[in-house]
C-alpha cells in the first residue's frame, strides 16, 4: 500500500507513529510511506518551527507528554535538554515543544519504508483502481495522484492519504495584503519582524497569542529604540483570562469517555446540550464554584480584570480554568454527540464564553504586557471600525467614534481565515481541492469530515474511505483542536480505524 502524509506537524507525526506501531506489530505488512513537507516545518509543524524563545505555549508541560505510558515524559526530556523549564507547571517555549516532537518521532524517521520528499502538495487527482481520473461519483474506492509545488505531478499513486496541511492562512480582514508595511503573516517573527526601522510607527491588529508573541518579540528586540508606543488595534476589550497558577486540590469533574458512552447509548447515540450543561453546573457546585460571579468579575478580558488575574489570586477562577482545560480532550466528543439543534445554540450562545476562559493566556506575557503599557511603550486602541492603505504612506485606522490614527507597520494577527473559500484566495492546495469539490464546506466554513473517522466529505464523490483531514482545517468537528496532544492523538485514531476497516 502507498501512503501520503501531507505535513508533518502534531497530527502528521501521529499518522506516521500509527503506521510504524502497527508494522511493528504486523512484520508482513508491506506499507511505503512518502511525506511531503518543506524542510523548516518537517518533524514539527508550522507553531513549533525554529524561532525566538519567547514564544510560549499556553499549556503546562505536565500535560503535553506525547508518550501515553510515561505521561511526565516531556518533563523527563526536558530534564535532560533543557533543565531550565523542567517545571512541570512551566510554560515551555514553543519551539522547544518543537525539537522535542522530533525527538521523540527520530527512531520512526529511521524506518525504511518512509521516504521524505521536500516540497508542498498543490494539488490531487481521484483516480480508479485503473488509474484513470474521476470527476464524479462511482461509489468506488478511488486512489490519488499528488502534484507538488513545482508543478510536477508524482509517479507514485497512493491508496491512502493523510492531509496534515496545518493552520488556515492568516484572515486578511481589511485587504490589505500586498502594500507596503503591511505584514501579513508575522511567523518566524525572529525573520519577519527583525529588521523593522524602529522610528517607525509600530501596530498589531488584534491581541491574541499571536499578538503577544509578536509585541513581546518587538519591545525586546527593540528596547531602547522605539521612537513611539506600539499599539495594539482592537474591536473591543483586548484580552482573555490570564492564566492561574496550578490548582493541585481535588476538582469534581463528571465527564469521562465512560459517561460520554453511557449518555449517548441512553439518547441512542446523542447528548443533549440540556444533560451537559447540568452536568457542568452540578461539578461546579460541587467545586463551590460560583459559574455567574466569576463571569461578572473577569468576563471583559479588560486590563483592570487582567491586571487583577495577574497580580491576585481567585480560587474560582483557577478551578474554572483547570476545569476548561482538563475538559478539552472530551470536547469534540460532546461536541459531535449534540443534536444539530443543540450544537447550535451551543455556538451561538455559550461558545464565546467558554472559549474565553479555556483559551487563556500566560501571567508571564500579560505581566510583560502591563509592565510595558504602565511605562508608556504599548497603547491600546479599540472600537476599531476599518483600516485602509494612506495617500500618503502607511495605513488610516478609523474608529467607532469618527477618530482616525496612523500607522506606518502593521502586524497583522487577527487570526486565521477558516472560511473555505475566502482561504482560496492564499492557499493554492484549499483552492485546487475546493474547486476538483475533493473536499466540502461545513456550515462554517470549514472543511467536512466524518467523526470520528477523520475522512473528507466530498459532494462530488461522497464520503473518501481513504482521503483525510487534520488539524484546525477540521476545527469545527475536532472540537477545541488548538491543542497539540489532541492533535497528535487524532492523527493516530484515524489511522487505526482505517486499518481495523482494510482488516474487514
Known sequence: MHIAIVGLGTSGNGVLKAFLDYKQAHPNTDFT???????????????????????????????????????NGFVEWLTVHYPEHAD????????????????????YMKDDSITVINQLVQDIRVLDKAGYEQGENKQATYQFQLQTADDIWQDTVYQAVFLNIGHPPYADHYHLRGHHGYIHNPYPVSETLGQLNPEDKIGIIGSGL?????????????????????????????????????????????????????????????????TILKAFFADMKANDVDVKAVIDRFGLGSLSEIRHEVMGYDRELQIIQQYASTITKYLPHLYMKMPGLDREKYIHEYMDTFEYFRNQMTKEALLDILNWYDEGRITF???????????????????????????????????????????????????????????????YGDVLISW???QSMSRRF??????????????????????????????????????DRQQQ
Open 33 to 71: 510511506i512518502h511525506i511531503y513537507d518543506i524542510a523548516n516545518h518537517l518533524g514539527h509543524g508550522f507553531p513549533y518551527q525554529e524561532d525566538t524563545h519567547s514564544l510560549i505555549m499556553n499549556s503546562y508541560a505536565r500535560n503535553i507528554s506525547l508518550d501515553p505510558e510515561n505521561p
Open 88 to 107: 512541570p507547571n512551566h510554560y515551555v517555549p514553543r519551539p522547544i515543544f518543537g525539537q522535542y516532537m522530533k525527538d521523540f518521532m527520530k527512531d
Open 210 to 274: 499571536t499578538a503577544l508573541d509578536a509585541m513581546r518579540y518587538l519591545q525586546n528586540k527593540y528596547e531602547g529604540q522605539l521612537a513611539h508606543s506600539i499599539s495594539f488595534y482592537t474591536r473591543s476589550t483586548p484580552f482573555k483570562t490570564a492564566r492561574q497558577d496550578y490548582y493541585d486540590g481535588p476538582i469534581h469533574m463528571t465527564f469521562s469517555y465512560e459517561w460520554i458512552d453511557e449518555m449517548s447509548a441512553k439518547g441512542n447515540g446523542y447528548i443533549s446540550l440540556e
Open 381 to 443: 486602541k479599540d472600537q476599531l471600525v476599518d483600516i485602509k492603505p494612506s495617500s500618503q504612506s502607511g495605513f488610516d485606522i478609523y474608529y467607532k467614534n469618527g477618530a482616525v490614527s496612523h500607522a506606518d507597520i502593521l502586524i497583522n494577527a487577527a487570526g486565521m481565515e477558516s472560511n473555505l473559500f475566502r482561504a482560496s484566495d492564499q492557499d493554492i492546495l484549499i483552492r485546487n481541492l475546493v474547486n476538483r469539490e475533493i473536499i466540502s464546506p461545513t456550515p
Open 452 to 454: 470520528p473517522q477523520g
Open 462 to 499: 461522497g464520503t473518501f474511505d481513504n482521503l483525510f483531514f487534520t488539524g484546525r482545517w477540521i476545527k469545527n468537528t475536532l472540537y477545541g483542536n488548538n491543542n497539540a496532544l489532541m492533535n497528535f492523538t487524532f492523527g493516530q485514531d484515524i489511522v487505526k480505524q482505517f486499518l
